[in-house]
């Protein structure tokens, strides 16, 4: 049989033109050294220009050296690799760019007397006052939009998952808790004005902030709590409902339970979400530099609202304070995200190795 | 599962077994499960009501100041809702709102496309799960803060590459300027851009990854090479995904406030040039103009806010859709 | 067309774990060579290794020779692109890509390699649709997506795909253990007439369907749970039903276990 003459050419042995693996770094290194006499020899300068002449010359040698020797189809795969990879590495950049300014900023005014001062009687242009006021509106008020939003969100869940699944109430509540999770976050500072305040007469508080809050916070709990409960085995339940257990005594005693690591996991991403959340707050809380520890009376300030004034202003020590309550804020969300993705990783079950 | 009306012996009523139910009274237990079970119901129809009542009480509240507006609500650019007469439309704030956000997609969407391909099939496989953490991160970060880096970094930082591009391509006329740069639509639409960027990465990496093995081999087996695997297997089956990423991520910057507030010199007009200082959109103009708003200033706002409700209900329905369809797609195969 | 495979001292590993360990034998060009044996005894494994599709399953590596006419596909530099061109396959789940035309699921492979001319693209569908029993029954209707047809119609789409491409070899990995007898006994039919052009490898659970479409046959096994796959023996495959050396071979083949 191998005697059989073969009177084609090898179609292995055509394409086994391969580029050494040294190849693309000399390349690589030739491109920076030419580019770096360039620069020698020109008035170009910076970091910048360097990157965006240097890099697209070597993408387009390379390409270039790659279709002569392995194949124009080689070098595109080449190419759509390389551009996907940058394309990672530029998304990078505005994270680099933005944590790290806040981090270098947000230093010079953040400590323990920024943490512990409000703003009362502090001008603009003093270098001291702090957002203490600010941390206690932001704590009341996420607290609030919490008890409402949380318990409100497992309840929709699980009449989403256990009892109405398939009907039209149920998928006409799923359609609209989508909606809920598309409501930009100042129309819902809107409602709760033109309901709260204009309409049923209160004052601006924490607690109208709290209300627009809920409303933000609600669809996400809703949203990965159906997730959770969706994951939970169908058996569980039927074990149990087969030892004569009640349908709510099930769902409360096993299937919360089994799901409720998911659950808190979900709940912390959305309070991460809505600490942040200024525009609903500027229309309900309103603002204030003093501390108001009462959520129900009267204007309270809130972290957001306190970085969107001082950013307003036009002294350099608002600026540093609007900072250093960034970083605060920051901090704040990124525990909040540690804290959820560490609990989702610790109560994963872990295949053995 | 019945029991008797008085359990002799104490034991749990769910666990009890017994002779059926005498007629005409429920057991206690099924009292329990039917009110619970009521109760999760008004929960989920408590969602109706804030979702109609949010509607009611916009259109209650904007009504009157719609009656006293003497020039067209929607086409109009002024916005002098407490003047007399008072003369709003909000022509100019819609513009510069479908303006900022579509941009901000033609930055986003190949960026966030190229990541979640990256992710899903070119990044080693242990990194690929912290690389996908550090794009999300980009989402974890507050609106406020994203506006204060583009007001204090940003503004001053694109001042220069305006400038080029207005330089080398003013003949377009989107680039023309007279020279003064910063807090211009187009930084509006790259702090959008840097927003919306990880909610669109992180959908097209889950449809992404949902791609069935199967194609990927069947691509690979035809002799693919891994961008042609792509394009042959991943990008057709993601595309409805992607598409549904897209337009919910333009939800997404059509709603956003404070940062835009923050980078944009608000006006009311209506401009192609992008580089150049002004522009507005519905959103900022609410925080904008809040707080010196009078009685039907506030009603005018509320009536924009409307507008934009109405707009991102339209846009979540598209994406909703669009998901739909694609489940039809694969429940064919199937 | 069709070539020789010599594999020798052939393993493969998954990560630490080694699946498949020294196996050498020799695939006669024009001939079905059937791999049998008792689940996860590596045939799969082993099949995957001779177009390295294996490696696109992370942690899988393979070391050892396979030789297609004298020239080792594992040679270091060679594209794993070039040796799937050449070695084609077949899967045990029909998978049609979902968002193409019957038209185009079976040129998606000779688009890829640049050939694009609408009339030569006719002529390989027709021409490889015809050889896949399948022409008659689709050629009213290739702009309907590859999805439409029915489970044992996409299997023959697939194959038409993988030989569109005119490979030297074809591999079929439980083509028909998803199909319904009907359909696997068209399947057979065509395994029978592609044989002579095509080196065909097929892995299969079915005892009968390896009794009635191969030449020779293979036979997989395992010593225990965790040790890797062995070949056992290989023989014509009426040697290998009838008269097996191994016992090993004669208790699986008679169905005293596996």
Known sequence: MSTVVQAEPSRLMMSRSRLPRWALPLLGVLTVAGTAALFALTPLRGTADFVLIALPTYLLLQTIVVARVEGGRQARNRLATHALTLTFVVSLVPLVAVLGYT??????????????????????????????????????????????????????????????????????????????????????????????????????????????????????????????????????????????????????????PTAMAGIVTGVMLAIARIVGETAPLVLTVFGTNSINNDPFNGAQSALPLYIYSEAGQPNDTAIDRAWAAALTLILIVMLLNLAARLLAWWRTPKSSH | MSQPRTPPNGARDELSMGPAVVAGRRPRGAVWDALFAGLTRTAAGLVLVLMAAIAAFLV???????????????????????????????????????????????????????????????APRRLAQPMAYLVDLL????????????????????????????????????????????KSMFTASVVLAIMVLPIIAAISREVFRQVPADHIEAAYALGATRWEMMRTAVLPYGRPGVISATVLGFGRALGETIAVALVLSANYQITYRILTPGGNTIAANIANTYGEAGHNGRGALIASGLVLFAITLVVNLVARSVVARRKDLSGAQG | ??????????????????????????????????????????????????????????????????????????APGLDPVAVRRMVGMVFQRPNPFPTMTIYDNVVAGIKLQGRRRKSELDGVVERTLKSANLWGEVKDRLAKPGASLSGGQQQRLCIARAIAVEPQVLLMDEPCSALDPISTLAIEDLIRQLKERYTIVIVTHNMQQAARVSDRTAFFNIAATGKPGRLIEMGDTHKIFSNPDERATEDYISGRFG
């Not at chain 1, 129309?187 to 004005?193: C, D, E, N, T």
């Not at chain 2, 067209?72 to 479908?98: E, H, K, R």
């Not at chain 2, 001053?156 to 305006?162: D, E, L, Q």
């Open chain 1, 103 to 256: 981090l270098t900023q947000g230093m010079r005014r953040f400590g323990l007397s920024f943490l512990t001062h409000s703003m009362r009687n502090v001008a603009e242009s003093d270098p001291y006052g702090g957002a203490y006021h600010a941390i206690i509106g932001t704590l009341e008020q996420v607290g609030i939009a919490f008890a409402f939003a949380v318990p409100l969100g497992i309840l929709v869940a699980i009449y989403l998952v256990e009892y109405g699944s398939g009907r039209p109430f149920a998928r006409t509540v799923s359609f609209f808790v989508d909606v809920m999770t598309g409501l930009p976050s100042i129309v819902a500072g809107l409602f709760i004005y033109a309901l709260w305040i204009l309409t049923l007469g209160f004052r601006y508080s924490g607690f109208a902030g709290a209300l627009a809050l809920t409303l933000l916070m609600l669809p996400t709990v809703v949203r990965s709590t159906e997730e959770m409960l969706r994951l939970v085995p169908h058996g569980l339940r039927e074990a149990s409902l087969a030892l004569g257990v009640r349908r709510w005594r099930t769902i409360l005693r096993i299937v919360l």
């Open chain 3, 1 to 74: 067309m069709a070539k020789r495979i010599d594999i020798s001292g052939l393993n493969v590993y998954y990560g630490s774990f080694k699946a498949v360990e020294d196996i050498g034998m020799t695939v006669e060009p024009r001939s079905v060579t059937a791999l049998i044996g008792p689940s996860g005894c590596g045939k799969s494994t082993f099949l995957r290794t001779l177009n390295r599709m294996h490696e696109v399953i992370p942690g899988a590596r393979a070391e050892g020779k396979v030789l297609i006419d004298d020239e080792d596909i594992y």
């Open chain 2, 139 to 182: 989402a974890a970060v507050p609106s406020v803060v994203y506006g204060l880096w583009g007001l204090i970094f940003l503004v001053p930082a694109i001042g220069p590459f305006s400038a080029f591009l207005s330089e080398r391509f003013g003949w377009i006329p989107f680039f023309a300027s007279d020279g003064i740069f910063g």
């Open chain 2, 60 to 122: 209650l509240r904007a009504v009157p100041a719609l009656r006293k507006d003497t020039v067209n609500f929607f086409t109009a650019t002024q916005w002098s809702p407490d003047d007399t007469p008072p003369a709003f439309g909000i022509g100019a704030l819609a513009y510069g709102t479908v303006v900022t956000s579509t941009l901000a997609l033609l930055m986003a969407v190949p960026v966030a496309v190229g990541v979640a391909l990256y992710l899903t099939h070119i």
